[in-house]
């Protein structure tokens, strides 16, 4: 079968890049967009099996032009994109429905892989940041926090809380409201003894590091 692909990036040469890589490897290139919502406007209208889209896009950021999408055409899988691997743009790729995170200097048969992967409804790379990042967030227990007096949600509240994520897309990756969200922050701060979201941050990350 055939992969119909969009690409969405803001820079035409890595467009073109990947439209060369892809070229011979059962995947279409169907469009390319060069916004956010150029990405959203023709993901609707071509509805692509895949859709590579950049993290940084002018116009609207990619990852809420993924939230959008999912929404709007969620037979799309979307595969983000970026010149960085900052986990916190991991981890919102994660909660906002992404299938995988790829560098862009990664291969080309990491792209065709994810690609091929992302239609058969497979998993990413184990030993991905994306598939390490989505265990974390998923994970309730932790053997670790035996000295702080946490419940294992609060605990996993608290691991979103480390990679900057929002209320919201808490509330999104746990299926819970954002009042619960919030109710669990002030728990998390008050057993912490930290005035901000920031420090409370801070501490889990200091004890991964530990």
């Not at 939230?67 to 970026?82: D, G, H, L």
């Not at 974390?136 to 480390?162: C, F, G, I, N, W």
Request: hydrophobic share 45%; proline share 3%.
């Amino acid at each position: 079968m055939v992969v119909k692909l969009i690409v969405a990036d803001d820079e035409e040469v890595i467009r073109k890049g990947l439209a060369v890589l892809l070229a011979s490897n059962e995947i279409r290139l169907v469009a390319e967009a060069a916004t956010g919502n150029e990405a959203i406007s023709l993901t609707q209208r071509h509805k692509p099996d895949v859709l590579l889209l950049d993290v940084r896009m002018p116009d609207l950021d990619g990852l809420d032009a993924l939230e959008q999408i999912r929404e709007n055409t969620p037979a799309t899988k979307v595969i983000m994109i970026s010149a960085y691997d900052n986990p916190s743009y991991v981890a919102r790729a994660v909660v906002l429905g992404a299938e995988d995170f790829l560098l862009k200097d990664s291969p080309a048969e990491a792209y065709v892989a994810a690609i091929h992967r992302a239609v058969a409804g497979g998993e990413s790379a184990a030993d991905s940041l994306f598939s390490q990042i989505k265990a974390t967030l998923h994970e309730r227990s932790d053997p670790k926090a035996d000295d702080v007096p946490l419940t294992r949600r609060e605990y996993q509240v608290l691991r979103h809380l480390a990679y900057g994520l929002s209320n919201r897309e808490i509330a999104l990756s746990l299926n819970i409201s954002i009042e619960t969200v919030k109710e669990h922050v002030q728990k998390v701060l008050r057993k912490l003894d930290m005035s901000c979201r920031t420090g409370a941050a801070i501490w889990l990350v200091k004890r991964w590091l530990a």
